[in-house]
């Protein structure tokens, strides 16, 4: 009889588990390898799962479906960053055809301002802290529960 009730809690930490490792889903778009390896390293170490993309196509080839990111990580560049309201736009009317829930977005960028947000979206800055990054994502995760 203990054994049944030491084993039910056992049973829901582990589904808690897997539940939260599909809702831990960051996804980083970013062109510089070297950027790349250390968001992927630090996040991985805070026991999210990562996918990575870089290239034009890459709203059509991730945001369909059942890909529900916690946190998308967008690098805009300068080239970009002139675009970004329209870049922005075009995300939100993706991301919202198959979601319910806000575009969780954090944007990088090495345009310098003293803006903090973008359209409602936090900017971190290059170079940044890594430390800030990951403050940004733990704070989607907790809205996101």
Sequence with gaps: MELSVLSFPVSMVRETKQRSSVARRVLIVEQQPSIVEILHWALKLKGYEISEVSGKDWIDQTLVGDNDYLAIVLDLSI??????????????????????????????????????????????RKPFHIGELLAEVELLASQNV
Excluded: M
Excluded at 97 to 106: D, E, G, R, S
């Design 79 to 124: 080239e970009s960053w002139f675009n970004r309201d329209a870049i922005i736009q075009c995300l939100e009317q993706r991301w919202n055809t198959f979601h319910t829930k806000k575009l969780p977005l954090i944007v990088l960028t090495t345009v310098s301002g003293t803006e903090r947000s973008l359209n409602g979206y936090p900017i971190v």
